[in-house]
């Protein structure tokens, strides 16, 4: 089915109030378009689905994907606080960031690639990640990249939503996608990790917070090396002192730079037939791009490859080279 196919469904669905139908081609639509290596429109689509199903009532969207009404508590638990369940097929090549946060994920996929000659060392394992950094640095392109290179399983779980969703209860939720994510050996991927810290935002006894923080210190303490925690803030400041010396691995991701840009360019007309000649206008137009997300310069990009498309009278007529006006001026109209 095409992406276009796919919108048609959704907007049908959505005008008849199906929530079941429209949450499935949703997520159709989100798979297709990893498969089809649009991984910022998919990660987007993901993130506008789980701002929707965090704002609804229990008798929402939230409780469409279960696959019957009478399930055993675990189940309903995962159904509703993990966010995705799935597979990825992208590398490090996909990637794009400073060379020594390159350098230690290498590293880190190495030492699950040689998990059982480590362990006949009795060396241990790295498998907790933390990434930090603002919006758009590409905290959940790289936790795709670590599940693809690693042929692994990954859950995603907004931990806003589990903390948010029963406070009371946000313990005995985490315990249960732990237990469940470590029977399989896959991958946990906690989104808006310094949600922990929110917690002294209610008007509820601190004690929450401790038994909260002292659950996860738990899981962490005996998670199987086999499984994987990845954990991302935009708000490192947030986070418990205790937590964050769990981590092996704690990598800082930054917006790109103009050597950034230049590769996330190059990597974006890699597989297009377009090419851009004018280094003179490139160079101006990358100046521009300084400090905005890699969303941003691959979302004007691709506008900018389309515009060019429809630029000209005839689709025969069509030569691959990038319109460099069209796309300086869409950056400048839509600037972040």
Avoid at 97 to 106: A, G, I, P, R, S
Avoid at 115 to 144: D, H
Avoid at 209 to 237: C, H, W
Avoid at 264 to 293: A, E, H, M, Y
Wanted: hydrophobic letters at 40%; aromatic letters at 8%.
């Amino acid at each position: 089915m095409t992406q276009s196919a796919y919108i048609k469904e959704i907007v049908k669905y959505g005008l008849e109030n199906d929530q079941e139908k429209l949450l499935a081609v949703l997520n159709q639509l989100i798979e297709h378009s990893r498969k089809s290596k649009r991984i910022n429109f998919a990660l987007q689509l993901q993130s506008i689905l789980k701002e929707g199903l965090r704002h609804q009532e229990t008798k929402g969207l939230s409780k469409v994907g279960s696959r019957k009404f009478f399930l055993k508590q675990e189940e309903k638990i995962i159904d509703e606080l993990v966010i995705d369940k799935l597979t990825s097929d992208y590398t490090i090549q996909n990637l794009i960031c400073k060379n020594d946060v390159k350098d230690e994920l290498e590293f880190f996929i190495k030492e699950h690639n040689s998990i059982n000659v480590l362990q006949e060392f009795m060396l241990p394992v790295s498998n907790k990640v933390l990434f930090y950094g603002p919006s758009g640095c590409g905290k959940t392109l790289a936790s795709y990249v670590l599940a693809g290179e690693l042929e692994k399983m990954m859950y995603v779980i907004n931990l806003g939503a589990v903390v948010s969703s029963k406070l009371g209860e946000t313990s005995k939720n985490i315990s249960t996608i732990f237990k469940k994510a470590a029977t399989e050996d896959s991958i946990i991927f906690l989104d808006e990790f310094d949600s922990l810290g929110k917690i002294r935002d209610y008007n509820q006894d601190h004690g929450e917070m401790k038994r909260v923080v002292n659950t996860i210190l738990q899981l962490f303490d005996y998670l199987p090396q086999e499984t994987i925690v990845i954990a991302a803030t935009n708000q490192l400041g947030m986070i418990d002192e205790a937590l964050l010396r769990r981590f092996d691995l704690k990598l800082q991701l930054d917006l790109p730079g103009k050597k950034e840009i230049r590769k996330l360019i190059n990597l974006v007309l890699k597989d297009t037939p377009f090419k851009i000649s004018n280094r003179t206008q490139l160079t101006k137009i990358v100046g521009l791009l300084d400090g905005q997300s890699y969303y941003f310069v691959q979302k004007t990009l691709i506008n900018a490859i389309k515009r060019t498309i429809f630029n000209f009278d005839e689709v025969g007529q069509v030569t691959p080279e990038v319109d460099l006006n069209i796309w300086e001026k869409l950056i400048k109209s839509t600037k972040e």
